[in-house]
């Protein structure tokens, strides 16, 4: 039952990600958390973390760790939580497989349709606000704590994710190594 659920929710979720995986996380949260509460709040943060240090797309990492974890958690062998991974990635490649195939060959036909130009033109604010979702998702009492309930890891938090966002965006330095940087703090201060 668990399985046709997983290939159900990613298979929609492959089907409407429109902006890539980042994009993807917050329709990933809404159901894997809220909806079918398959996992915690902390284990979805923690599958996050995890899909953006592996190689691969977010999304796709996203779904192969949230197959196996949800499979497991309801109570499944590491064996069937294998099979929840297989599931779960291929049902949220499948949508843009499909689409892809459709798509190579009609839009180099039709991409400077009038009603093709206005789709993408509509698709461009949602992707925008799916994208601001996902990174409000992760700012989160697990994540960062409370400054009543540990006030110096919140401290720590607010500043190891500040120095990041400098980092990048204004010293432009490589993600990789503001990445690395930020793990050592986190082990170091928390």
Known sequence: MIYLQLFYTFFLIGLFGFGGG???LSMIQGEVVTRHAWMSMGEFTD????SQMTPGPIGINSATYVGYTAVVNAGGSHL???AGSAVATFAVVLPSFVLMLLISKFLLQYKHHPAVEHVFSG????VVGLLAAAC????TPDNFSTPSASPWQFGCS???FAGSVVACHVYKINP???LLFCALAGILLL
Request: aromatic share 4%; hydrophobic share 80%.
């Open 47 to 50: 599958i996050v973390a995890i």
């Open 22 to 24: 980042y994009a993807m």
């Open 158 to 160: 607010v500043a190891i």
């Open 123 to 126: 698709l461009r604010p949602a």
């Open 176 to 178: 990789i190594r503001v």
């Open 136 to 139: 409000l998702l992760l700012l």
């Open 80 to 82: 069937m939580g294998v």
